[in-house]
């Protein structure tokens, strides 16, 4: 990796070194150096502490070029665009509605809709599976998506206090933490939960569609092509069998992924409302996967997988009428 980054930003570099002087505009981004100017030197200085230099006396604020809360090589790439061409990246704005019911709050985040390649990232992963594949070109119109997974206390809160499959109760030598995420739950489940769900709050929520849910934990119209759903440090954006103790946890501990969602990797897979089926090469608008089947599609790694099964773009099949202790749910909701 260390080195993939330093031959491709070198690259850049060389070319930056061509550019008239008044490419390099004076921003209040972009400054690493803490000059007042922005010039090469900025973008020498923050690929030097990515490559794992001192950054003390730079101003990791300003390194922050694409302002999505981390400084990391899509801010050294962003910077290099803006000498190249004099165009400042967009700063992401989330637009979040929030919802109650009864005393539980959750927020669904407006996902903007656009054009991405669907399927295994081949090009940086080499665990890509066959039926990852092909990748193809996904169009999708603009959506909400809850920033967590459903809650026991959401599903309390909707289906009843009676009502909770957890596994992860005291019966089974863990306390009743109502902020981690329900699971055991089935297919036909999650279809009775989103109907109550709707008739308290007037709304039309749904589960996601296999393409939105992707689209969504690669962060959008921001994807920087990581592995996971937030980062390429596991760690640090999921809980998986290495680090759960083999249990849930609380929704929202882990980094969020470039949009503020959060456990798109670990915790627990997620159901997703198309039939499985294989891809197939052709353009698609808005898909929701094949007419019928027999196994749905779940989303999204557990507690107690590894990391190969939490990489973005891995999908596996679900019976709609089992239930299972690593997976959930997470609910969406269409524009009107």
């Known amino acids: 990796m260390k080195t993939q980054l330093q031959t491709v930003l070198a690259v850049c570099l060389m070319a930056l070194c061509w550019m008239p002087i008044n490419a390099q505009k004076s921003v ?14 900025d973008a020498t200085e923050l690929i030097d502490y990515l490559l794992g230099g001192d950054g003390s006396a730079l101003n990791l604020e300003a390194a922050d070029f694409d302002v999505d809360g981390s400084v990391n090589i899509a801010d050294a790439v962003a910077l290099i665009d803006f000498l190249l061409t004099g165009e400042m990246p967009d700063v992401y704005e989330p637009v979040i509605e929030t919802f109650t019911v009864g005393s539980v709050t959750f927020d669904m985040l407006l996902v903007e809709g656009g054009t991405f ?17 092909p990748v193809h ?8 998506i809850c920033t967590t997974e459903v809650t026991q206390a959401l599903w309390r809160a909707v289906m009843g206090t009676t009502q909770n499959p957890s596994w992860f109760t005291s019966a089974n030598g863990y306390t009743n933490d109502f902020k981690r995420p329900v699971e055991s739950v089935t297919f036909a489940n999650c279809q009775s939960f989103i109907t109550k769900l709707n008739q308290k709050t007037g709304k039309t929520f749904r589960l996601l569609t296999e393409a939105e849910w992707e689209y969504a934990a690669r962060g959008g119209k921001y994807d920087h092509g990581y592995m996971y759903a937030g980062g390429n440090d596991i760690d640090e954006i999921a809980w998986h069998i290495d680090n759960s103790g083999d249990v849930t946890h609380a929704v929202g501990t882990k980094t969020p992924n470039e949009l503020g969602i959060y456990d798109m990797a670990g915790n627990v897979g997620e159901w997703c409302s198309d039939w499985y089926g294989l891809y197939t090469e052709e353009p698609q608008t808005n898909p929701t996967g094949p007419a019928t089947g027999t196994c749905r599609i779940v989303r999204g790694g557990s507690w107690n997988q590894g990391w ?15 239930s299972n202790v690593n997976v959930g749910l997470r609910i969406a909701m269409s524009v009107q």
């Open 308 to 322: 190969r099964m939490n990489r973005v773009t891995y999908r596996r099949e679900g019976i709609p009428f089992d």
């Open 117 to 133: 390649m669907m399927g295994g990232r081949v090009d940086i992963d080499p665990y890509v599976k066959t039926w990852e594949l």
């Open 137 to 144: 070109q996904v169009t999708l119109s603009d959506y909400y």
């Open 28 to 41: 209040m981004r972009g400054d690493v150096d803490n000059d007042s100017k922005v010039t090469i030197t």
